[in-house]
C-alpha cells in the first residue's frame, strides 16, 4: 500500500480504520470468505476452491489489488462520459446505491477515441474494486462496529439499470455483446453475493416478454431481487406513482434527477464526487 493511497484514504475517508483491518486473503490459506459459500451453500469445497483458485488467481493476473494504490485509470473521463454510470449515495437501509445505463453507452465513440472493450471492463473492475475497498470499507471485516456517521458497511449494492435508449441491435452487436458477457460474468464470478436489489427503470415495451422468458432460468433470489419499474421519465401517466415508488424503495435521500436528463444528473452525489477526486488525485489520464 502506497503513502499515496493511504493519504487518499484518510482524506476521503476520515479514518484510519481500512488501515488497520485484516484483508480476507491474510486470513490463512483455509479461509473463505461469507459471500463465495453463499454461492456454494451445499459444498464448502467448492466455495474454497472459487476463492482461492478462481477469485485469488484471478486478482494475481490482472494485478487487481494494484488498482487503487499505484495503476493509472487511462481514460477514465472518456468511459465515464461514453459509458453513463455514478454511485448515488446509500438506500434507507445503508445499502451503496450504483447507477447504469446500459442504454447509453457509445460503443463506436469509444473505439474511437482508442478506448478497447479490455479498457472498458478495466476500468470497471477499477470502479468494483473502490466501492468494496473504500466506499464500503466496513466489509474488509466480519462484525465491524459502524463508524460515525457512515450508512456504508452492509457489503451489498442496490443495483438502478436505466434502460432508456436500449436498443437490442446495438446490444446483440457480436463485440458489444461480448463486452457486456464479460462484464456480467466478471461481477458473478468475481464479485458474488453482493445484490441487495435490482431495480430496472425505462424498460422498452419489449422488455417485459423478454424478461419473463429468462426469468424461470434464474436462481429463486435472484428473482426475488429483481424490480422492473415502467417508465419514469417523460410524461406517462404513471410517471409520478412510479417515482414515488422508486423513494419508497430507495429513500427520500436519493438523487434521481439523472431520470430527467439524456445522461447523468445534474447533480452528483458526495459519494460520486468523492470517487472523482480519489481518481484525478491518483494521476490519471484523463484523456
Known sequence: MTIKYVLKLIILTGTLFILVSPSPRDQGPSYTPPRFLAVHPTSIEKAHKHWRETHLSWRSEYNVDEMLGSSPRPHFKIIKDKAPHSFLGFDKAGNIIFLQRPGLIDFKGLRKSGVS????????????????????????????????????????????????????????????????????????????????????????????????????????????????????????????????????????????????????????????RNFIKFAAAEGTTCC
Do not use: Q
Not at 471492463?121 to 462484525?143: G, K, P, Q, S
Not at 446495438?170 to 458489444?176: G, M, Q
Not at 431481487?225 to 435521500?253: C, Q
Open 117 to 272: 472493450n479490455e479498457d472498458v471492463l478495466a476500468h470497471f473492475i477499477y470502479v468494483f474494486e473502490y466501492c468494496w475497498n473504500i466506499l464500503d470499507y466496513m466489509t474488509i471485516r466480519e462484525d465491524p462496529p459502524p463508524p460515525p456517521n457512515r450508512p456504508c458497511g452492509t457489503g451489498l449494492m442496490t443495483s438502478l439499470i436505466d434502460l432508456r435508449g436500449l436498443n437490442p441491435l446495438v446490444a446483440l452487436n457480436p463485440s458489444n455483446f461480448d463486452f457486456l458477457s464479460k462484464f456480467v460474468n466478471t461481477l458473478s464470478m468475481h464479485y458474488p453475493s453482493r445484490s441487495h436489489l435490482t431495480i430496472i427503470v425505462n424498460a422498452p415495451s419489449w422488455f417485459p416478454k423478454v424478461f419473463s422468458a429468462i426469468s424461470p432460468l434464474l436462481r429463486e433470489k435472484t428473482r426475488e431481487k429483481v424490480r422492473v419499474i415502467g417508465d419514469v421519465s417523460g410524461k406517462g401517466k404513471h410517471v409520478v406513482a412510479n417515482k414515488v415508488a422508486l423513494r419508497e424503495m430507495l429513500g427520500e435521500d436519493c438523487d434521481l434527477s439523472f431520470l430527467d436528463d439524456e445522461k447523468e444528473g445534474a447533480t452528483e452525489s458526495l459519494e460520486e
